[in-house]
């Protein structure tokens, strides 16, 4: 048993260590060397926006982009056949911001189908996508003139949370962007975020392949880096809170639901074989895990198992540090004790739900369609 208990150990230690000690580490050296070179001007970006009943979930953008210092060429706002106020909103609270409301034809439908009608109608050298949920600092777009050229940046979209319990909603996407971002510095990254993902048009014309995921309705940034990515694009992950954009957590668990089993089906339907590798891995890693505490508590050994318990804690909370501290995530952080006993349960329960369930977004049913 000891012997099991030092080789889950050995691994899981190794495997964190060279992830997000290395790989953040030569991370850090592929973002420094980002900022190099020509710079990319704000006056060669669009900013496309598509949207869809979102009255309520609107505001914080439409005041970020008020209160910011500068703006870019254009932001384009795409509505995908909304049926409340969201025009109206729009309309009223930017006033003295120049933008453009395009209506999606009737045929069409959908964030995917939104954004490539939108970026018809552009002309800029740079695509900017955000969700219409998000929200951002007075000096985010100023930060972007200190990018350089690249095909496509893979910008930080953070989770936050406005009741205490909602905390535990923000946890396993920061854990992923840690691991993505330290997976970038070692070789490269395997999920990207829709709601603040900046490419280049040409290359989004060039490359773009929607006719192997136009029947999944989401999923259009881990598609649209899938296609980068095999065409070896230059793409270019940035981990600093100055590029951030901040979205509201969901507000229950069954909302929660829905946005994870949304997550894992795109995700399991790219088909990227290190994102499948270490997701199996991973998978290993915690029945193991979940194996030697209930081994030990079966044996009446609990002192030991709280002792394991907690030795794994203290080395996911110390690896993981210092990226929820670049977030400014510290009750997220403090919260890693508690998530640690519900991981298991709620992936169980995914696994279990994955294959029934039609997780619905926007009043539409989403996910891979199982044909």
């Not at 540090?321 to 009750?331: L, M, N, V």
């Amino acid at each position: 048993m000891n012997f099991l208990i030092c080789g889950f150990f050995i691994v899981y230690f190794t495997l964190l260590f060279l992830i997000l000690v290395l790989g953040l580490l030569l991370h850090r050296k592929k973002e420094n060397e980002s900022l190099l070179g020509k710079k990319i001007q704000l006056d060669q970006i669009t900013v496309i926006i598509p949207f869809r009943n979102e009255e309520k979930r609107i505001v914080g953008l439409l005041e970020s982009i008020r209160k910011s210092k500068k703006l870019p060429s254009k932001v384009l706002f795409i509505n995908d056949h909304s049926e409340d106020n969201s025009i109206g909103l729009i309309t009223s609270q930017l006033t003295e911001i120049p933008f453009e409301i395009l209506e999606l034809p009737t045929k069409l439908f959908g964030k995917k189908q939104a954004i490539r009608f939108g970026i018809k109608h552009c002309e800029t050298e740079y695509i900017l996508c955000m969700d219409a949920d998000v929200s951002f600092s007075e000096n985010y777009f100023e930060q972007l003139e200190k990018l350089t050229s690249a095909d496509m940046y893979l910008l930080p979209a953070v989770l936050v949370a406005k009741r205490a319990f909602e905390h535990l909603f923000e946890i396993d996407l920061l854990l992923i962007n840690a691991l993505n971002t330290g997976l970038n510095g070692l070789s490269r990254p395997i999920i990207a975020s829709g709601a603040n993902l900046l490419f280049k048009r040409k290359s989004f014309l060039k490359f773009d392949q929607i006719e192997k995921h136009a029947h999944i309705p989401s999923g259009d940034d881990i598609y649209l880096l899938r296609d980068f990515r095999e065409a070896k694009c230059d793409v270019r992950v940035v981990a600093n809170k100055q590029f951030q954009v901040i979205t509201e957590t969901p507000k229950s668990f069954n909302e929660f639901l829905h946005q994870r089993i949304r997550w894992i089906a795109k995700t399991s339907d790219v088909k990227d074989h290190l994102s499948t590798f270490l997701a199996i891995f991973q998978i290993i890693l915690t029945l193991g895990f979940i194996g030697i505490i209930v081994k030990l508590i079966w044996n009446h050994q609990y002192q030991f198992a709280l002792a394991i318990y907690g030795l794994k804690t203290i080395l996911d909370m110390a690896l993981f540090f210092s990226f929820f501290k670049e977030f400014k995530r510290p009750i997220a952080w403090f919260l890693i004790p508690v998530y640690q006993l519900i991981f298991p349960m709620y992936n169980l329960l995914l696994l279990i739900t994955l294959p029934f369930f039609k997780p619905q977004w926007k009043g539409r049913y989403s996910g891979v369609n199982r044909r």
